[in-house]
């Protein structure tokens, strides 16, 4: 249950990337709204790729601790990807400004 709350809001977070860097998107010049848009969008596929090496929860504690464990480890991956992205594409500026 807990992968999927953490899976739900890691996905709701980059939905709200990609949504803020629509507008971006259409002039032509990338913001940092957009670049972060397109690296959350990279970051949440690495993710999904690591969340599917895991393995498949089974009827044991053990097996489904295993699964528990690589599915944190591949939420860490994203956390420290999304940081990443802040630092790479820098803040973006507050309307008005």
Do not use: F, I, Y
């Not at 953490?6 to 971006?24: I, N, Q």
């Not at 913001?31 to 393995?55: F, I, W």
């Not at 464990?69 to 500026?93: F, I, P």
């Amino acid at each position: 249950m807990n992968r999927v709350r953490k899976t739900s809001w890691w996905g709701a977070m980059l939905v709200g990337g990609v949504l803020l860097a629509l507008p971006a998107a259409a002039a032509g010049k990338q913001t940092p709204d957009e670049c972060r848009g397109q690296c959350l969008m990279k970051a949440n596929s690495a993710m999904n790729a690591c969340v599917e090496t895991c393995p498949k929860s089974g009827t044991t504690d053990a097996e489904k601790e295993k699964t528990r464990t690589c599915v944190n480890r591949c939420a860490e991956k994203l956390q420290s990807s999304t940081q990443s992205c802040d630092k790479t594409c820098g803040k973006s500026k507050p309307e008005g400004h």
